[in-house]
T-cell receptor, first 112, second 111 residues
Framework: SQTIHQWPATLVQPVGSPLSLECTVE??????LYWYRQAAGRGLQLLFY??????ISSEVPQNLSASRPQDRQFILSSKKLLLSDSGFYLC???????????FGSGTRLTVV | GEDVEQSLFLSVREGDSSVINCTYT??????LYWYKQEPGAGLQLLTY???NMDMKQDQRLTVLLNKKDKHLSLRIADTQTGDSAIYFC???????????WGAGTKLIIKP
């Protein structure tokens, strides 16, 4: 069966520090991968998605970047965090099928 | 405005039925989805419906789709405290099945 792992669960980082959040998927090949941000427990903002290794689409210009170094690995990064980067970050994967997305458990990022 | 719209909050009494509504704008939507997010957790797929269906039932959950009015609803029968969550409506349109999300409806259960 397919599983998705996202870590860490919580993170407190000072302003100006770097960020690396990792997401890995097991049990499937060539998944579509997504990074979302959710502010204050409300709507989902799509940050990046990837349909293959090295293929990254950015939905919102900002202080973050994403990389997909391996088929089932998706990394969200920042060189210098801003206070406004605080939020709940969710990774998800989907296949080329109508069965929807499967989400990771999320990372609560607090920038102080 | 958003392509998928939902009310932000719904408050119901424990044991009553909850009906969460969603409207969408694109008539080419192929599949429509309901997700549940409990506090501090990721989203969990509850159910989905193909656009040529009118209704889908799964235990306490009933999904109704009015394609003419582009209206989707999720009915939860005998609402329990464990149903407290944010419920997201989503639609897929293209061959890649990428999802367009509503802002989520927070379901509040009153004792």
């Amino acid at each position: 069966s397919q599983t998705i792992h996202q870590w860490p669960a919580t993170l407190v980082q000072p302003v100006g520090s770097p960020l690396s959040l990792e997401c890995t998927v097991e049990g499937t090949s060539n998944p579509n991968l997504y990074w979302y941000r959710q502010a204050a427990g409300r709507g989902l903002q799509l940050l990046f998605y990837s349909v293959g290794i090295g293929q990254i689409s950015s939905e919102v210009p900002q202080n973050l970047s994403a990389s997909r170094p391996q088929d089932r690995q998706f990394i969200l990064s920042s060189k210098k965090l801003l206070l406004s980067d605080s939020g709940f970050y969710l990774c998800a994967w989907s296949g080329d099928d109508p069965y929807g997305y499967t989400f990771g458990s999320g990372t609560r990022l607090t920038v102080v | 405005g958003e392509d998928v719209e939902q009310s932000l909050f719904l408050s119901v009494r424990e044991g009553d039925s909850s009906v969460i509504n969603c409207t969408y704008t694109d008539s080419s939507s192929t599949y429509l989805y309901w997700y549940k997010q409990e506090p501090g957790a990721g989203l969990q797929l509850l159910t989905y419906i193909f656009s040529n269906m009118d209704m889908k039932q799964d235990q306490r959950l009933t999904v109704l789709l009015n394609k003419k009015d582009k209206h989707l609803s999720l009915r939860i029968a005998d609402t329990q405290t464990g149903d407290s969550a944010i419920y997201f409506c989503a639609e897929s349109r293209d061959s890649n099945y990428q999802l367009i999300w509503g802002a989520g409806t927070k379901l509040i259960i009153k004792p």
